[in-house]
């Protein structure tokens, strides 16, 4: 293989309210990328060479659980990349794995120490599935089961459907209006702030007020992903949903480690939570 290749795959149809999409990336190139927090929790099978963090000072596990995180990473590779990877939808992780993603904030942690004999054994699965397509249907199967189990009885750690659906709506309205007050937010939830910062912060991995900055980063990405030569920096900033140019460098630079202006630079702008590339 002369270069690495992405494929990307969508989730079966059930799924979708829950998985935004798979991803596989092999290749013998060696690899050195900056990665942001894109709002998203995964699930990481490595079948070849394990990443490495150089800011964590650690290797990705073979099979990797990464929660919501405020800070920028590299992800290193000399060569020999075979990786597969589940992104969830941000509100919709734990009800696969069994627990709060709360308990998952700023980690990514090896997927056995959650003893989850379930997904260990799809792990082995994938590691040993050789063909794409293959990997995707035993990625569906485990998925549709889980989501099956989940919605026909509760067992600990997994949320109500009820309380998925308030979070759910609460993300999408915060990608629409990232200044959407909490009140309002909780408001819409028909619960109380307190109770609604809990449950936001329980399924989404992150609270409320944090992951309204990680949806206006990467609504500024979005614009600078598709602007002309010329930028206009005023603009993405209220577009994004910045109070102003100040608050947009410093939110900027804490989840990508570079002003705008210096990232456009030295790569190509990607938002990867407002980008759908299956």
């Known amino acids: 293989m002369d270069r690495n290749a992405f494929g990307f795959y969508r989730p079966a149809e059930p799924l979708r309210p829950y998985v935004r999409y798979y991803w596989v990336l092999r290749g013998e190139q060696p690899v050195r990328t900056l990665t942001f927090p894109i ?7 490595h079948r070849g060479t394990h990443f490495h963090i150089p800011e964590l000072d650690a290797d990705q596990s ?6 919501q995180v405020n800070f ?3 992800l290193v590779s000399d060569g020999g990349i075979d990786t597969v990877v589940v992104v969830f939808r ?11 993603m709360s308990e998952l904030y700023n980690r990514e942690i090896p997927g056995h ?6 997904l260990n054994l799809l792990a082995d699965r994938i590691t040993e599935c050789e063909e794409d397509t293959r990997c995707i249907a035993l990625l569906d199967e485990w998925l549709t089961a889980r989501l ?3 919605l026909t009885r509760k067992r600990r750690g997994c949320p109500p459907e009820l309380e998925l659906r308030r979070v759910d709506a609460a993300v999408r309205q915060l990608c629409t209006e990232p200044r959407t007050p909490v009140a309002e937010l909780a408001a819409a939830a028909c619960l109380s702030r307190k109770q609604f910062e809990r449950t936001f912060y329980a399924l989404a ?15 500024a990405l979005a614009y600078l992903q598709h602007s002309s030569a010329r930028i206009d920096w005023a603009r993405i900033a209220h577009a994004s949903g910045y109070a102003d140019q100040s608050h947009f ?14 990232l456009v630079k030295i790569a190509t702008p990607y938002s990867d939570l407002f980008t759908d590339p299956a």
């Open 148 to 150: 099956n189990g989940h």
């Open 249 to 262: 460098i410093r939110e900027f630079r804490r989840f990508s480690g570079h002003t705008p202006a210096a």
């Open 205 to 219: 991995g992150m609270n409320p007020k944090e992951y309204a900055g990680v949806v206006r980063f990467q609504r």
């Open 90 to 100: 941000p509100h919709a992780a734990g009800a696969f794995l069994g627990l709060p």
């Open 113 to 118: 120490d959650l003893e989850n004999r379930s």
């Open 39 to 45: 709002g998203c929790p995964q699930i990481i099978f």
């Open 72 to 74: 920028p990473a590299h």
């Open 62 to 67: 073979r099979l990797t659980v990464s929660g």
